[in-house]
T-cell receptor
Protein backbone atom coordinates (compact mmCIF):
# COMPACT_ATOMS: atom_id res chain seq x y z
CA UNK A 1 0.00 0.00 0.00
CA UNK A 2 1.35 3.44 -0.95
CA UNK A 3 2.02 5.69 2.02
CA UNK A 4 3.40 9.13 2.72
CA UNK A 5 4.30 10.08 6.27
CA UNK A 6 5.30 13.57 7.30
CA UNK A 7 6.98 14.89 10.38
CA UNK A 8 6.64 16.83 12.48
CA UNK A 9 2.85 17.22 12.53
CA UNK A 10 3.25 20.81 13.57
CA UNK A 11 6.06 23.27 14.11
CA UNK A 12 6.39 26.76 15.53
CA UNK A 13 9.43 28.84 14.66
CA UNK A 14 10.51 32.45 15.00
CA UNK A 15 10.54 34.70 11.98
CA UNK A 16 13.90 34.66 10.27
CA UNK A 17 14.79 31.14 11.39
CA UNK A 18 15.27 28.15 9.13
CA UNK A 19 13.38 24.88 9.38
CA UNK A 20 13.27 21.47 7.74
CA UNK A 21 10.22 19.34 7.19
CA UNK A 22 10.49 15.61 6.61
CA UNK A 23 8.66 13.17 4.37
CA UNK A 24 9.01 9.39 4.16
CA UNK A 25 7.29 7.78 1.26
CA UNK A 26 6.46 4.35 -0.01
CA UNK A 27 5.15 4.84 -3.53
CA UNK A 28 5.30 2.28 -6.27
CA UNK A 29 5.81 2.71 -9.10
CA UNK A 30 7.51 6.00 -8.38
CA UNK A 31 7.11 8.88 -10.81
CA UNK A 32 7.77 12.00 -8.79
CA UNK A 33 7.65 13.55 -5.34
CA UNK A 34 5.99 16.89 -4.78
CA UNK A 35 5.72 19.49 -2.09
CA UNK A 36 2.71 21.77 -1.84
CA UNK A 37 1.99 24.76 0.37
CA UNK A 38 -1.59 25.09 1.56
CA UNK A 39 -2.76 28.22 3.33
CA UNK A 40 -5.68 27.70 5.68
CA UNK A 41 -8.92 27.31 3.74
CA UNK A 42 -7.23 27.62 0.38
CA UNK A 43 -6.10 25.26 -2.35
CA UNK A 44 -2.62 23.70 -2.38
CA UNK A 45 0.04 25.49 -4.40
CA UNK A 46 2.90 23.53 -5.92
CA UNK A 47 6.36 24.33 -4.56
CA UNK A 48 8.56 21.66 -6.12
CA UNK A 49 8.28 18.50 -8.19
CA UNK A 50 11.20 16.07 -8.26
CA UNK A 51 11.67 13.00 -10.40
CA UNK A 52 13.76 9.97 -9.55
CA UNK A 53 16.92 11.49 -11.01
CA UNK A 54 16.70 14.80 -9.15
CA UNK A 55 18.00 15.04 -5.62
CA UNK A 56 17.51 18.74 -4.98
CA UNK A 57 15.27 21.46 -6.26
CA UNK A 58 14.81 25.05 -5.15
CA UNK A 59 11.99 27.52 -5.40
CA UNK A 60 13.08 30.77 -3.82
CA UNK A 61 13.57 30.20 -0.12
CA UNK A 62 12.23 26.66 -0.41
CA UNK A 63 14.65 23.82 -1.15
CA UNK A 64 13.49 20.23 -1.47
CA UNK A 65 15.74 17.20 -1.39
CA UNK A 66 15.04 13.66 -2.47
CA UNK A 67 16.85 10.47 -1.52
CA UNK A 68 15.41 7.75 -3.72
CA UNK A 69 17.40 5.06 -1.94
CA UNK A 70 15.99 5.76 1.51
CA UNK A 71 12.70 7.06 0.11
CA UNK A 72 12.99 10.26 2.07
CA UNK A 73 12.42 13.85 1.12
CA UNK A 74 12.84 17.08 3.01
CA UNK A 75 11.70 20.63 2.52
CA UNK A 76 14.02 23.30 3.89
CA UNK A 77 12.71 26.80 4.42
CA UNK A 78 15.32 29.52 4.74
CA UNK A 79 14.86 32.80 6.58
CA UNK A 80 11.22 32.12 7.38
CA UNK A 81 8.60 34.83 7.01
CA UNK A 82 5.19 35.21 8.61
CA UNK A 83 3.65 34.38 5.25
CA UNK A 84 5.25 30.94 5.38
CA UNK A 85 2.67 29.98 8.02
CA UNK A 86 0.74 27.21 6.28
CA UNK A 87 0.48 23.47 5.90
CA UNK A 88 3.14 21.81 3.79
CA UNK A 89 2.04 18.66 2.04
CA UNK A 90 4.26 15.96 0.60
CA UNK A 91 2.78 13.95 -2.28
CA UNK A 92 3.95 10.76 -3.90
CA UNK A 93 3.04 10.36 -7.56
CA UNK A 94 2.96 7.09 -9.45
CA UNK A 95 2.13 8.84 -12.69
CA UNK A 96 -1.55 8.00 -12.37
CA UNK A 97 -3.98 10.58 -11.09
CA UNK A 98 -5.88 8.07 -9.04
CA UNK A 99 -2.74 6.88 -7.34
CA UNK A 100 -1.49 10.16 -5.90
CA UNK A 101 -0.71 9.66 -2.24
CA UNK A 102 -0.96 12.74 -0.05
CA UNK A 103 0.64 13.14 3.34
CA UNK A 104 -1.41 14.75 6.08
CA UNK A 105 0.93 17.72 6.10
CA UNK A 106 3.09 19.64 8.52
CA UNK A 107 1.43 22.70 9.95
CA UNK A 108 4.03 25.46 10.23
CA UNK A 109 3.50 28.59 12.27
CA UNK A 110 5.99 31.42 12.01
CA UNK A 111 5.81 33.91 14.87
CA UNK A 112 7.42 37.21 15.76
CA UNK B 1 -4.78 33.16 -8.33
CA UNK B 2 -4.44 29.72 -9.93
CA UNK B 3 -6.98 30.41 -12.66
CA UNK B 4 -9.19 27.56 -11.46
CA UNK B 5 -12.56 28.83 -10.26
CA UNK B 6 -14.78 26.94 -7.86
CA UNK B 7 -18.27 27.89 -6.79
CA UNK B 8 -19.73 28.23 -4.30
CA UNK B 9 -17.00 28.94 -1.74
CA UNK B 10 -19.17 27.81 1.13
CA UNK B 11 -22.21 25.58 1.30
CA UNK B 12 -24.30 24.57 4.28
CA UNK B 13 -26.97 21.96 3.79
CA UNK B 14 -28.92 19.37 5.70
CA UNK B 15 -28.44 15.62 5.79
CA UNK B 16 -30.16 13.79 2.99
CA UNK B 17 -29.92 16.71 0.61
CA UNK B 18 -28.16 16.96 -2.74
CA UNK B 19 -25.68 19.63 -3.79
CA UNK B 20 -23.70 20.49 -6.91
CA UNK B 21 -20.21 21.92 -6.84
CA UNK B 22 -18.90 23.66 -9.89
CA UNK B 23 -15.39 24.02 -11.27
CA UNK B 24 -14.08 26.05 -14.19
CA UNK B 25 -10.59 24.94 -15.18
CA UNK B 26 -7.78 27.20 -16.32
CA UNK B 27 -8.07 28.33 -19.90
CA UNK B 28 -6.67 25.62 -22.14
CA UNK B 29 -6.66 22.88 -19.50
CA UNK B 30 -8.43 19.70 -20.57
CA UNK B 31 -8.17 17.70 -17.35
CA UNK B 32 -10.19 18.30 -14.23
CA UNK B 33 -9.59 16.49 -10.95
CA UNK B 34 -11.76 16.44 -7.85
CA UNK B 35 -10.40 15.93 -4.35
CA UNK B 36 -11.91 15.73 -0.89
CA UNK B 37 -10.10 17.01 2.18
CA UNK B 38 -11.68 16.14 5.50
CA UNK B 39 -10.58 17.68 8.76
CA UNK B 40 -7.03 16.66 9.62
CA UNK B 41 -6.89 14.23 6.73
CA UNK B 42 -4.87 14.25 3.56
CA UNK B 43 -6.39 15.06 0.24
CA UNK B 44 -8.26 12.12 -1.24
CA UNK B 45 -8.56 11.80 -4.99
CA UNK B 46 -12.13 11.35 -6.15
CA UNK B 47 -12.26 11.42 -9.94
CA UNK B 48 -10.61 12.80 -13.07
CA UNK B 49 -12.10 13.91 -16.36
CA UNK B 50 -10.15 14.57 -19.50
CA UNK B 51 -11.78 16.39 -22.39
CA UNK B 52 -15.24 15.33 -21.34
CA UNK B 53 -14.50 11.72 -20.54
CA UNK B 54 -13.94 10.02 -17.22
CA UNK B 55 -10.27 9.07 -17.06
CA UNK B 56 -9.57 7.87 -13.53
CA UNK B 57 -11.58 7.06 -10.46
CA UNK B 58 -10.49 7.11 -6.86
CA UNK B 59 -12.36 6.48 -3.65
CA UNK B 60 -15.52 8.17 -4.81
CA UNK B 61 -18.73 7.08 -3.12
CA UNK B 62 -21.63 5.84 -5.20
CA UNK B 63 -23.66 8.76 -3.84
CA UNK B 64 -21.23 11.09 -5.60
CA UNK B 65 -21.00 11.67 -9.33
CA UNK B 66 -19.29 14.10 -11.63
CA UNK B 67 -19.27 15.17 -15.22
CA UNK B 68 -17.31 17.45 -17.52
CA UNK B 69 -19.23 19.48 -20.05
CA UNK B 70 -18.27 20.44 -23.62
CA UNK B 71 -17.02 23.83 -22.41
CA UNK B 72 -14.75 21.81 -20.04
CA UNK B 73 -16.26 23.03 -16.80
CA UNK B 74 -17.04 20.26 -14.37
CA UNK B 75 -19.63 19.59 -11.72
CA UNK B 76 -19.45 17.30 -8.73
CA UNK B 77 -22.82 16.11 -7.50
CA UNK B 78 -23.14 14.90 -3.93
CA UNK B 79 -26.42 13.27 -2.92
CA UNK B 80 -28.01 11.75 0.18
CA UNK B 81 -25.57 13.82 2.16
CA UNK B 82 -24.31 12.61 5.51
CA UNK B 83 -22.57 14.48 8.31
CA UNK B 84 -19.33 12.77 7.35
CA UNK B 85 -19.42 14.37 3.91
CA UNK B 86 -18.56 17.71 5.49
CA UNK B 87 -15.19 18.61 4.00
CA UNK B 88 -13.31 20.86 1.65
CA UNK B 89 -13.75 19.84 -1.95
CA UNK B 90 -11.03 20.91 -4.32
CA UNK B 91 -10.92 20.96 -8.06
CA UNK B 92 -7.64 21.00 -9.95
CA UNK B 93 -6.90 21.25 -13.65
CA UNK B 94 -4.02 20.50 -15.95
CA UNK B 95 -3.30 20.79 -19.63
CA UNK B 96 -2.81 17.12 -20.31
CA UNK B 97 -3.89 13.81 -18.96
CA UNK B 98 -1.09 13.75 -16.42
CA UNK B 99 -1.51 16.01 -13.43
CA UNK B 100 2.11 16.84 -12.88
CA UNK B 101 1.41 20.52 -13.27
CA UNK B 102 -2.09 20.59 -11.88
CA UNK B 103 -3.34 23.84 -10.39
CA UNK B 104 -5.86 23.82 -7.56
CA UNK B 105 -8.89 26.00 -7.06
CA UNK B 106 -9.73 27.65 -3.76
CA UNK B 107 -12.09 24.89 -2.78
CA UNK B 108 -15.71 24.62 -1.68
CA UNK B 109 -16.28 24.14 2.02
CA UNK B 110 -19.29 21.89 2.48
CA UNK B 111 -20.93 21.68 5.87
CA UNK B 112 -23.68 19.12 6.36
CA UNK B 113 -25.84 19.73 9.43
Amino acid sequence: KNQVEQSPQSLIILEGKNCTLQCNYTVSPFSNLRWYKQDTGRGPVSLTIMTFSENTKSNGRYTATLDADTKQSSLHITASQLSDSASYICVGDTGTASKLTFGTGTRLQVTL
Amino acid sequence: DSGVTQTPKHLITATGQRVTLRCSPRSGDLSVYWYQQSLDQGLQFLIQYYNGEERAKGNILERFSAQQFPDLHSELNLSSLELGDSALYFCASSVGNRNTEAFFGQGTRLTVV
